[in-house]
């Protein structure tokens, strides 16, 4: 006996919701090889934790808009543009057209001073590398007009 035959049935439409969070492909990341973050392309950071990955949060608006942030960015604009790691570097430079002029935005995690031979580390938790990080989040801003 041949198998019936079945009918697909029409459901209803997929509901497309609207969020507030940028695809995770939209964020910058930084990092100083120990710390990292993810800055949105709003220019808010939205995840950083000091002084390791595992640390708690310092801003975590990536998980839940109330859990904090840090924006650096000109009043009235959302979105950048022009967003780019400068070649060869960690650091994201973000540029926001205004209203009078542009406001070109760097951010980076920096990394401490060369070791010296006979100097090394007492905090990590790994070989140490050359570089010792520092945990700054440098954000520079230059205006033009």
């Given at each position: ?27 910058a ?20 934790c ?24 000109p ?7 022009g ?63």
């Amino acid at each position: 006996m041949p198998a019936p035959e079945i009918e697909p049935v029409a459901g209803p439409a997929p509901i497309e919701i609207a969020s507030s969070f940028p695809p995770i492909a939209e964020y910058a990341f930084l990092s100083d090889c120990e710390a990292n973050c993810l800055i949105a392309p709003s220019g808010r950071v939205e995840w950083m934790c000091v002084p390791r990955p595992d640390s708690p949060s310092v801003f975590a608006s990536v998980l839940d808009r109330a859990a904090g942030n840090f924006r650096f960015g000109p009043t009235g604009v959302s979105v950048p543009a022009g967003r780019r790691y400068l070649p060869g570097t960690l650091v994201i430079e973000t540029t926001w057209r205004a209203r009078t002029g542009w406001l070109i935005v760097r951010d980076a995690l920096c990394i401490g001073p060369w070791y010296h031979g006979q100097r090394r580390s007492g905090t990590h938790r790994r070989p140490p590398t050359d570089y010792e990080a520092e945990h700054i989040l440098l954000r520079t801003a230059k205006c033009v007009v």
